[in-house]
């Protein structure tokens, strides 16, 4: 079964707290990516990964930093959040970055 | 600057009814354009993919069109349903590798009304 799977889906965290999202895929993509959606506004790609431990900046990775060590597995970290940091995070993964990608259901960041 | 521009915002249609949604892009270069459909609070699922300079898919009731000299697509949902409420997203890719960036759409929002 091809997905792609988030971890967790909801969570609420302090300003200037650390923030771990997880993502994990079971088709061997090499290509991952984190996405952030924002009201009114189209998917902004964060980071993007090529295979493990090859990672480059997407169009907004101030705030943001991200670990690939394993194919399957692609986290995107926060360090000491901020409030407009608060989206939906989407991770997405592609073969070779083919033009089918799948997408994961979302994490919803809450920053207070 | 806003690289894909989706109409309308937002539609509200009577189940049955057909109704079409569109895409404006400025990407350079076009590799392909997606459409998406994402549910409220869930992921995005890939509905077409078009690809040739002049396309034309269908899947189902959902069919599409792009024209990459007036750089527009077009979906079109035929006999809506209620399970068609949802956000559709147009997705342009501007190569078909991981060197290519994906450049989204804000999505239409459809709500289906019995």
């Known amino acids: 079964d091809m997905k792609v799977t988030q971890m967790p889906r909801y969570l609420i965290k302090r300003m200037g707290e650390n923030v771990l999202l997880e993502c994990g895929q079971d088709?061997?993509?090499?290509?991952m990516y984190w996405y952030r959606q924002d009201p009114g506004l189209g998917l902004q790609l964060i980071y993007i990964s090529y295979d493990v431990d090859s990672n480059s900046e997407g169009d907004i990775p101030k705030g943001y930093r991200v670990s690939r060590k394993k194919r399957e597995h692609f986290s995107l970290i926060l360090d000491s959040a901020k409030t407009n940091q608060t989206s939906v995070y989407f991770c997405?993964?592609?073969?070779?970055?083919?033009?089918?990608?799948?997408f994961g259901k979302g994490t919803r960041l809450t920053v207070v | 600057k806003t690289q894909v521009e989706q109409s309308p915002q937002s539609l509200v249609v009577r189940q049955g009814e057909n109704c079409v949604l569109q895409?404006?892009?400025?990407?350079?270069?076009?590799?392909?354009l997606r459409w998406f459909k994402q549910d409220t609070g869930k992921g995005l699922v890939s509905l077409t993919v078009?690809?040739?300079?002049?396309d034309k898919t269908s899947n189902g009731r959902y069919s599409a069109t792009l024209d990459k000299d007036a750089k527009h697509s077009t979906l079109h949902i035929t006999a809506t349903l209620l399970d068609d409420t949802a956000t559709y997203i147009c997705v342009v890719g501007d190569r078909g590798s991981a060197l290519g960036r994906l450049h989204f759409g804000a999505g239409t929002q459809l709500i289906v009304i019995p």
């Open positions: 997405a993964s592609s073969l070779r970055g083919d033009t089918e990608v799948f």
């Open positions: 895409c404006n892009y400025s990407v350079t270069p076009d590799n392909h």
């Open positions: 088709m061997s993509h090499e290509t």
């Open positions: 078009l690809v040739d300079q002049k």
